[in-house]
């Protein structure tokens, strides 16, 4: 019954495979259509690792990796297809780097029991694990992104925001409407402005934007975008000569082609993060040596450093460590998707294992638990520096705020609870 | 040789004006109907439902209602992703509304709602033709999907903005969210087909459909002989809506399951349905189906050709696609501007005559 429309059709062409079961990941990537610049970094950085993994380790615990790509563009009816034919081969986890289509894909994977991981992306009250079991958007999410920008403010502002305007460029989209309700009761908490401005897809247009924008003359403003519409900001923020150090994006809003366009004037613009940026870290002379000068480099090969390669490469290292937690929790070197959820909810990544990977201080330290699946939320702040053409974090890893985080978690996943006839889990 | 009319006898006006008048045509329908209903259901699995079979249903049934429209009528309308919007945002509501309704009456009542809105945007079609009805109907387009992101009693004030399809039944089958069984999907998408295909077949060929050509062909010389014009544009638009409000409900219902109003019924939702008609053929059901099942298969079979036989990179087969899919359209419209059910008119009198053409 579950036979591929290859198989079908075409005759059993994958029969060649290996008798020996693979360890399936497959990426729901996009290197076309008008996010292609954020889908093409994060892919190679995704592919690089696993083929890293395999060729220098033989794989996890000795199983290799097998990573199937499908191309999404973005686009959720792709993605539909995309996750209906590669879920029959075994998939362990799911990353579609899309909300829309992690929104399509949560009931869906629920029922099939295949977890989902959604770094920093998707739903944000998939944190709470008592209502989504197999969903996981640790080590932050959006509600964090959005309260890491306003302390981060709040920082520079001596801790006082009261009476500042903040404007929020945003994706008008399931995406960039997630930070909307976060930021409502932060203005009411430290007593700012919001003003929230919304670019429609793909985000070409925003000259009407900017122009409230001059007219309002916010004292900040924040950004929630993605694909063209990040570079298109940036250029108009630089034609109205908005200062750059005063202009934040979440962390889809902070890569080198976002800015770059811009030129000198993106100097100085900034972005929250979850992970570390640049090159400097051991892992990147394996990648040199086991992947990209033996030829194996996805892509291109031109991506490597970068932000999002960074990221995609973060994603990787995740699940590779939560696919060796499941092993050891089950002891067994092949593992299900079941087991794989397990290894998920069971994930430790202290500073300690990230070092030893050669990824020291790559990400915040954190630890999943059954009704914690989004992690301690801990974000950093990136700044882009024209003359050297580089991202440097400027900020540790800091605590978000947890007390207005969590209560909005708590009423969105109990709404979903409510809707889909959930049972709280981890009783 | 087997495909004439030859021995065929027709004893009845019923049997002369039947809509399969060749034998071999009548059986093959009865076996494609036969295939589809009883064969398809048992063999059918996840990924054929979500990934071919429902999309082809669904687009069918809205390339049907947008054929009627501008195939039958002549009415341009570029605003088919917001009246598909409009059924799938009818039936979100009405679905958390009642809960107890059946999805039937649900998925109907979506047709009809949409059906209202479309009479409503198709009123400025008594004054406007043409290119400039064509822009009338694009400000529908970008309207609705304004109100639907704007309005959030429309998506019940969820964060995000999106909808999400419910768990729901039809007596006792869930054929709503991520449990319903591939086959359940399949079928209720196929019922509602038929019945559509069964409709606009017979009311293309009836009075309503005569008076719709007449307005078509020429709508002043309509006039003179007496068809209402305004009667025959806006029951093109309320039957045309009708049909493609009950293909968004199930688009976002049993396809998709959630949607965000700007990403699924976008412009390209409206382009996608037009491009289906015009290389299906304008004015013809026929063509709908085949339209459909052109851009909703080549895509695919590509993709699995491209990815999965030859291994080839994600990308470049996507880029690909765009290429040969585009490089067909427009080959297909220099070779038969009037479509692939042109085509297939041609394929039938040439099969009448063989194997003795004179």
Redesign the interface.
């Known amino acids: 019954?579950?036979?591929?429309?290859?198989t079908l059709?075409?005759g059993a062409?994958?029969a060649a495979g290996p008798v020996m079961a693979d360890l399936v990941f497959p990426s729901l990537?996009y290197?076309?259509g008008p996010y292609?610049a954020g889908g093409?970094p994060f892919a190679d950085g995704y592919a690089d690792y696993f083929t890293l993994v395999n060729e220098r380790d033989g794989g996890i615990g000795g199983v290799k990796a097998r990573l199937i790509?499908?191309?999404t563009?973005y686009?959720?009816?792709k993605g539909?297809?995309c996750y209906?034919?590669t879920?029959?081969e075994g998939a362990l986890v799911y990353q579609p780097l899309s909300?829309?289509i992690t929104?399509?894909l949560?009931?869906?994977t629920?029922?099939?029991g295949i977890p989902l991981h959604t770094m920093g992306y998707g739903?944000t009250s998939a944190a709470n694990g008592k209502v989504f079991g197999n969903v996981f958007n640790y080590p932050a999410n959006y509600w964090d992104g959005a309260s890491g920008i306003i302390n981060y403010l709040l920082d520079e502002n001596g801790g006082d925001l009261k009476g500042k305007k903040i404007a929020l460029v945003y994706h008008?989209?399931?995406?960039g409407?997630?930070p909307?309700?976060t930021l409502e009761e932060l203005a009411a908490k430290h007593g700012f402005e919001l003003t929230a401005l919304?670019v429609?897809?793909p985000g070409q247009e925003q000259k009407s934007q900017w122009l409230q924008i001059r007219r309002e003359r916010p004292d900040f403003v924040m950004m929630w975008g993605w694909g063209v519409m990040n570079q298109v900001a940036i250029q108009e923020a630089a034609n109205i000569r908005f200062p750059m150090e005063n202009f934040i994006g979440v962390w889809w809003s902070g890569a080198e082609h976002d800015v770059l366009s811009a030129g000198a004037a993106a100097d100085g613009y900034k972005a929250v993060t979850f992970h570390n940026v640049g090159r400097d870290f051991p892992v990147f002379d394996d990648m040199q040596k086991y992947v990209v000068d033996a030829g194996k480099a996805a892509?291109a090969g031109d991506q490597i450093g970068n932000v999002l390669y960074n990221r995609g490469m973060y994603a990787a290292m995740l699940a590779v460590e939560a696919a060796k937690t499941a092993q050891e929790i089950h002891g067994t070197a092949d593992i299900t998707p079941a087991m794989m959820r397990d290894g998920m909810e069971a994930l430790e990544m202290p500073e300690a294992r990230m070092s030893a990977l050669g990824m020291p201080y790559f990400g915040p330290s954190f630890n999943v638990s059954c009704e914690n699946h989004g992690g301690p939320g801990l974000v950093g702040v990136t700044q882009w520096d024209a003359e050297s053409k580089t991202w440097s974090l400027v900020t540790d890893f800091q605590q978000t705020d947890g007390d207005v985080i969590k209560p909005l978690i708590e009423a969105?996943s109990a709404s979903y609870a409510s809707?889909?006839n959930i049972e709280p889990r981890c009783n | 040789m087997f495909y004439r009319e030859a021995g065929d006898f027709k004893v009845s006006y019923e049997q002369d004006s039947q809509t399969f008048p060749i034998k071999f045509d009548r059986y093959r329908y009865y076996l494609v109907l036969l295939i589809a209903f009883l064969v398809i259901p048992f063999t059918i699995n996840d990924y054929w439902a979500s990934a071919i079979l429902l999309p082809f249903l669904i687009y069918s049934i809205a390339a049907i209602g947008l054929n009627i429209l501008v195939g039958y009528a002549g009415q341009v309308s570029l605003g088919t992703g917001g009246f598909m919007a409009v059924g799938a945002y009818a039936c979100y509501k009405l679905m958390t509304a009642f809960p107890e309704v059946s999805m039937f009456v649900h998925v109907m009542l979506a047709g009809g709602i949409t059906a209202l809105v479309c009479v409503l945007f198709g009123l400025p079609s008594l004054r406007i033709k043409g290119f400039y009805l064509a822009v009338a109907t694009l400000a529908a387009q970008f309207f609705l999907v304004w109100v639907f992101n704007r309005v959030p009693w429309f998506y019940n004030y969820s964060a995000s903005g999106q909808i999400n399809a419910p768990e729901r039944d039809v007596f006792g089958i869930v054929i709503t969210g991520p449990n319903a069984p591939a086959w359940a999907t399949y079928l209720f998408c196929l019922i509602f087909l038929t019945i559509c295909a069964v409709i606009a077949r017979n009311l293309t060929r009836g009075t309503v459909g005569r008076s719709w050509m007449a307005i078509r062909d020429m709508d002043i010389a309509a006039e003179i002989i007496g068809v209402n014009p305004l009667k025959a544009k806006l029951t093109a638009f309320a039957v045309s809506g009708f049909f493609i409000g009950i293909s968004g409900a199930l688009f976002f219902a049993l396809y998709l399951g959630a949607v965000e109003v700007g990403e699924a019924f976008g412009i390209t939702k409206s382009f996608q349905v037009l491009f289906m008609v015009i290389i299906g053929g304008l004015g013809s059901i026929f063509g709908s189906f085949a339209g459909a099942a052109f851009l909703v298969l080549l895509p695919v079979i590509l993709k699995v050709v491209g990815v999965d036989v030859l291994g080839w990179p994600t990308d470049i087969v996507a880029h690909f696609q765009l290429v040969i899919v585009g490089a067909l359209i427009v080959l297909f419209l220099i070779v038969e501007p009037h479509g692939l059910a042109q085509l297939w008119r041609v394929a039938k009198e040439k099969l009448r005559l063989w194997p003795f053409p004179h």
Do not use: F, W
């Open positions: 019954m579950n036979m591929k429309l290859t059709a075409l062409v994958m990537s290197r076309t292609a093409i790509e499908c191309e563009g686009n959720t009816e539909v297809e209906e034919s879920k029959g909300t829309g929104y399509q949560i009931p869906k629920a029922a099939d739903r008008n989209s399931a995406y409407k997630e909307i309700r919304p429609d897809h892509g969105d809707e889909n």
